[in-house]
């Protein structure tokens, strides 16, 4: 028997959705970060057939599914499933996300990591849902700004270390295998240690045991992938981190050879990587509605979805970015409320759901004290405005 599809309170899944103001909320972990072509296509059918047609991705890399009712979801399941988006063991989605540094290929360190980290995924301690792994094992690490508990990434030296979240320095480690024993053995210290109290590795304050020391420094951050051409195909930008199965069955339709087994990687950024090389001179056709170019002013922009789609939100967020999308560049951020989800830094500005009015945030996160408080959409337009103007 399937499970209830209404669980609330809860980090969602697939097999686990959360309802929310338009109906369930299903959320897809891409196996190895990647989709291809034809899951790619299959999850565009599965969300106009079984939800809304929204697709959402996430800043932990993961695909939502928005729209799904109780009477969709059972097939909606079955479907995943069997397009082996989802696992058919329900229990599979108990473990801790891993999140892979896009632009891996076959035989890089990322990818084997993660792979060794899934076969023995059942030696990882039980923690609490949101915990989550970066598997950032590339040149330089890219997933620093990322949400992720526990990291494995490159030192300065080359080599691989394991670091736990909140900690600058992590533990050098010999290999592969070292690399996945030591992240095992410090999830089950994070429980032991009282992890479920805390709930996050960064409000953890139990000191590292000794045979964790936090000794050695990853490299430098290197860039996230910027819009446009790339030596691996090519990586499009969903405003706001949305766009309609339509909007990405044109992309695939555009910019993927009917071919291609391996096609698209996601990343936390609100970009996809479609890898497809296109033929030399060629330049990548357009994609109605998807951001190309790295001077969109609506990348610097965050919008959580906001109302009608959070039951948390009074306000819409998205139409309002729209609106605010064509300012001179400043980072703006619109919350539905004070949670803050689509972003947990501070922006220049930040406006705020509460009540169906907005509170106006300068230099700061959406739970800061706001400057102005109870203003129309008009009046946080105009202050939002002059803000910018003046800064
Ligand atoms: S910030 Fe609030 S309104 Fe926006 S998605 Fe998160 S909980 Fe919903």
Sequence with gaps: MLPSPRIKGWCPGAWRPMATGDGLLVRIRPPMGELSRQQMLALCEAAEAFGSGLIELTSRANFQLRGVTDTTWPSLMAFLVEHQLVSADPEAERQPQLMLAPHWQAGDDSPTIASRLQTRGSELAAMPGKVGIAIDAGKAPVLCDSAADFRIERSTEGGLLVRADGHTLGTAVSDIEAAVEQLIR????????GGWDSGRMRRHTA???????ADTAPAASGAKLALGSHPAGQVVGLPFGRATAS?????????VAPTSVTAVQVTPWRRLLVKQKLVQGDTAPAVDGLIRHNSDPRLSIDACPGAPYCEQASVATQPLAERLSGLKNSSVHISGCAKGCARRSPANVCLVGEGGRFNLIVNGAADSSPVRTDLTESEALDFVRKLIEIS
């Design 186 to 193: 410090l999830t089950h210290w994070f429980v032991e240690s």
């Design 207 to 213: 000191p590292l045991p000794e045979w964790a020391p």
């Design 247 to 255: 909007m990405l069955r044109e992309m695939l339709r555009e910019l």
